[in-house]
């Protein structure tokens, strides 16, 4: 394997995965259409991206794009994708056409041109899992179904056991528990994994599935407010607007740094026993939205006020974090960036980049369609 494939790969994950790669000897190409909303109005190629990585800009929808990328190349990552929660649930055509056409493309010129791929590693969600695993002290463990709008119009944030309705407790989330997406984009996710899988298993092309948790770190698009919440608040504390948090602050997630990112996503290239497996790929440890609030403000010494106001968004769930124990023992995957140096990271990068303030553009396009 030497000349690798990245779509999406202008974007944050992509580039920080082609420094790795190209730091390891192999060439890489990236097929990505700039997409305004993650690269400004200019879409201009990245100032960030190594010089050493072969830009194609083109769609991963069109075939001439993907036949041309695909020309050489005997790894494929594929990253192109719409990536907001809430936006996935009114822009659903696009959606789904970026992230479901765009994967069946890939395969399509896969299964009916000559190339010689010989994996294919791609970028899935927790979205997938929907709510996490919990515990009820009363029935064991629990997979409880999504919260309903009522239970959120009356700020019950909580879930209770769906059996005997004591309170939970959050616990890890592995790969075994039952799918349950409730956004398109988690739909959108889940289709793209039996995508490839049944491709995977047809044409014998070995293929990983990462499941990435919240991904956080430098370059992710900081004037993007429909995702990345570490970006969309580093955004806000630095140029002092209120920060809202949804819910009371306390759903809980994994934040995972990019490193520790790019670490699996080399793993998933060159272990192979990780072929035809799917795997987590988190910090392992659980915050909450609040702790993630908090620490950038204060490192920011941002005069930023945290806005409690109820607000919450369809689409969001509770609580999700990382059983690694999988990644660890098969993909071989040990994340190392402790969250307070990750964010420092974060924040010193922040510092440098131009903003603009668009999140309120993104909360009402919400609000209006009743999605808040
Ligand atoms: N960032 C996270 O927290 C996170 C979490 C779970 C999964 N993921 C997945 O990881 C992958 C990469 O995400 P990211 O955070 O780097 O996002 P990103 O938006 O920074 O990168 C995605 C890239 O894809 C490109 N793109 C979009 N539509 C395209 C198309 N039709 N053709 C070609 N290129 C196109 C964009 O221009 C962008 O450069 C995505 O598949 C995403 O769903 C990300
Ligand atoms: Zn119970």
Redesign the pocket.
Known sequence: MKRILI??G?????SHTADALLAKGFQVRV?????QQ??GIERKRPAYLDPRVELFI????LRGDVIRALDGIDAVYH?????GVGQSMYDIHSYCD?NIS?TAMLLDVLANTEHRVGKIIL?????VYGEGTYRCDACGIVFPPTRSREQLVNHCWEIGCPTCGKPLSPLPTDEEKPLSPISIYALT?QVQEDLVRTFSSTYRLPSVILR????YGTR??INNPY??IGAIFANRALSGQDIHIYEDGKPGRDFVNVRDVVQANVCALENDRAENGTFNVGSGERLTVLDLATLITKKLKSRSKLEFNGQFRMGDIRDCYADLTKSREILGYRPTVTFAEGIEELIAWARGEVLEDRFMEAESALRTRNLM
Request: glycine share 16%; charged share 15%.
């Open positions: 779509t999406g202008a974007g944050f994950i992509g097929l990505d259409c700039l997409d993650i690269h083109g769609d991963v929808r990253f192109a994708a719409q990536t970026v765009g970028s899935s969600s927790r979205a996710k990435y948790f919240n991904v992710q698009a995702t990345g």
